[in-house]
């Protein structure tokens, strides 16, 4: 098994996005700012004997021309440079969205599932909740914070593979030494993370926005300024962490600018 870390570009966002009240007010300093951080985004490729892993899908390229909705734009503007596209990274190790058997999305944000339609061959799995509740955010026409409809619609146009992970179902064996962990409400509707056993680095847990920056892990635990379930997200980090006590596990931040500068990019090599 190798597994290729896929650079998709940054968005900039105020930081009480990635965690809540970063920067409160006090008697003798009410008035605070607020900052205005990078927040990285990333794909994760992983070549398995019995077929290619694709976790995550990172945002559209035309997030910026005509995807997004001005709001989003305003929220969490996206930059990507001439090598963060996801087919463009998929394509330098030699692949094409083709050649993906399985694709994981932990949620339907614009930074994760940006790019599932151009995976119309591949098995995709989601929460079935997230898929649920995203649908009905579509079918009433409210958008909200970090869903944009024209990705759904694009999903819909592209009659994907659905996989539904079920909310009992807390844990999946998609393959020998890889395990979506199921972890239902939290930061979204229903949040699914990857557990990867390497034979040389051991565990890696890709939480995905379970745990945007290494602050929200603590301890002690802090929230995300995004939480659909804050109980729900607490219980979470909770099982991240216990998991990561019995396996040893490092567990990959899913927009932690300073963490993200550590991981080998997939233009320069791979974890095995
Ligand atoms: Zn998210």
């Avoid at 094409?96 to 999305?105: E, F, L, S």
């Avoid at 926005?209 to 802090?222: Q, T, V, Y």
């Avoid at 729900?232 to 899913?254: E, M």
């Avoid at 500068?261 to 095995?272: A, P, R, V």
């Amino acid at each position: 098994m190798k597994l290729f870390v896929l650079a998709n570009g940054l968005l900039m966002c105020d930081r009480a996005n990635l965690i809540a009240m970063p920067n409160l007010g006090t008697k003798d300093k009410p008035h605070t700012t607020s900052d205005w951080v990078e927040s990285p985004v990333y794909a994760v490729l992983i070549e398995h004997p019995d077929g290619l892993v694709l976790f995550d899908t990172g945002c559209n390229p035309d997030a910026m021309n005509g995807r997004w909705d001005e709001a989003s734009i305003q929220r969490t503007p996206y930059i990507a440079g001439e090598k963060d596209s996801l087919v463009g990274a998929l394509r330098r190790l030699g692949y094409a969205p083709n050649d993906i058997a399985h694709v994981v999305v932990s949620h339907l944000h614009e930074d994760h599932a940006g790019c599932l339609e151009y995976f119309t061959k591949s098995e995709i799995y989601v929460s079935d909740t997230e898929l649920a509740q995203t649908m009905k955010l579509y079918a009433i026409g409210q958008p909200a914070g970090g869903y944009i409809m024209k990705d759904i619609e694009s999903w819909l146009r592209a009659g994907l593979h659905w996989n539904l992970i079920e909310d009992n179902t807390t844990e999946y064996d998609l393959l020998p030494g890889i395990r979506i962990l199921n972890f239902g409400p939290g930061h979204t509707f229903g949040m699914m993370g990857l557990q990867v056993d390497l034979p040389n680095t051991g565990t890696i847990i890709l939480p995905s926005d379970a745990i945007n920056i290494a602050e929200n892990l603590g301890p002690p635990i802090r929230y995300p300024g995004l939480a659909w379930d804050t109980r729900g997200y607490y219980n979470t980090v909770r099982r991240i962490a216990d998991l990561q006590r019995k396996t040893n596990a490092q567990i990959w931040y899913s927009h932690d600018a300073e963490f993200y500068k550590t991981l080998i990019k997939s233009d320069e090599g791979y974890y095995d």
